[in-house]
């Protein structure tokens, strides 16, 4: 019996390991040819929000409770990054959420709670859902 119970806790051990080990912050860029009249259906609010002074425009999301994804545009697009122009913000603590930012860049990969679980889940889909952008593997990226 207590054979039985050390496999399946060493398999639900293992399946936690590889679900970290899986979970991955997409990077994206803009699809070439882009317009602001492409991307207008999002319902465009001013302004920059919490993105880059120059962004004439943005999409706000919630993500997460107190968790939002402002995407913003510059009014030259070909400027436009993942990096500089997408901000996970926690607007509890009127900031970006560290710990989407250091689980990117890989300063707390292995510090994952399933609150920042389901806030890289939720990025991912909402940014997967919008048709001007592609997946990148963010090595074409200047500031990445």
Do not use: C
Request: proline share 4%; glycine share 6%.
């Amino acid at each position: 019996m207590d054979k039985e119970k050390n496999k399946i806790f060493s398999k639900k051990q293992n399946e936690a390991k590889n679900e970290t080990k899986l979970l991955k912050i997409n990077r994206y860029r803009l699809k070439d040819g882009i317009t602001e009249d492409d991307i207008s259906k999002y319902h465009l609010k001013p302004g920059g929000h919490h993105i880059a002074a120059d962004a004439g425009v943005f999409i706000w999301t919630s993500i997460g409770p107190d968790i939002s994804l402002d995407v913003g545009f510059p009014k030259d697009l070909s400027k436009w990054d993942d990096f500089n122009y997408v901000t996970v913000f926690d607007e509890g603590f009127g900031q970006p959420y560290l710990p989407f930012y250091k689980y990117l860049d890989g300063t707390e990969a292995n510090n994952v709670s399933p609150f920042l679980r389901r806030v890289i889940k939720n990025y991912n889909k909402v940014m997967d859902s919008y048709d001007f952008l592609e997946k990148t593997d963010g090595k074409d990226m200047e500031n990445a």
